[in-house]
C-alpha cells in the first residue's frame, strides 16, 4: 500500500491522557498530559512536557515534583475538561469532583480514583522549543489493592484504562498478546492421553 509523505509531526499514538497533579496544600493543579512516558528503567525515570506557558509548568519549575496518575474510562471527561480549562482560573478538583490524598514519596497529591499514580522528583529541565521536558525520578508508585493478586501480578487490564489518538479518546480493548508470546514454546501435547483405547 503506498504512503503519502508529510513532513514530520507529532503523531505518535495511542499516547497516554495522564492527569497530572502537581503543587502543595496550599496551591495545588491538575491537568491532563499526553506527552509522557518512560525513559529509563534503573534507575526507574519517567517526563512530562510541557509549554511554559501552563499554569503548572511554573509550580512544577519551583516545587519540582508531581504525580502521574493513570486516566480509566470512568476519568476520561476529567481528563478533557483538566487539559482544556487552565488552573489559574478554576479549581479543576472541584469542577471534576476529584478527590485527593496525600502521597508517599512527594508534596502533591494523588488522585483517588486513579488505579496508579506515579510520585516523580524532577531531576532536570531540557528546554526544547514549544515544550520543555521535566524528566524525573519515580519515587513511589501508589497501586489500587484489589489490582494485585495473590502472587503480587499487578493487574492494569482490570482498571479499564484510557487512551487518546489524534483528538480522540479511546478505552483499551481486547488482549492480543502478553509479553513474549510470539517467541514462547507451545506446550507439546501428551500423546498416551490423547490415544483411542
Known sequence: MAKIKWK??????PVPPVLVTCGDAEKSNVLTVGWTGIINSKPPKTYVSLKPERYSHGIISQTREFVINLTTAPLVRAADFCGIRSGRDIDKFSACSLETEP???VGCPLLSASPLSIECVVSDILRLGSHDMFIADIVAVDVNEELVDREGRLHLEDCGLAAYAHGDYFALGRKLGSLGFSVRKKRKSNNKNNKKQ
Request: proline share 0%.
Open 8 to 13: 514530520g509531526s507529532t503523531l505518535l499514538a
Open 103 to 105: 502521597a508517599s514519596g
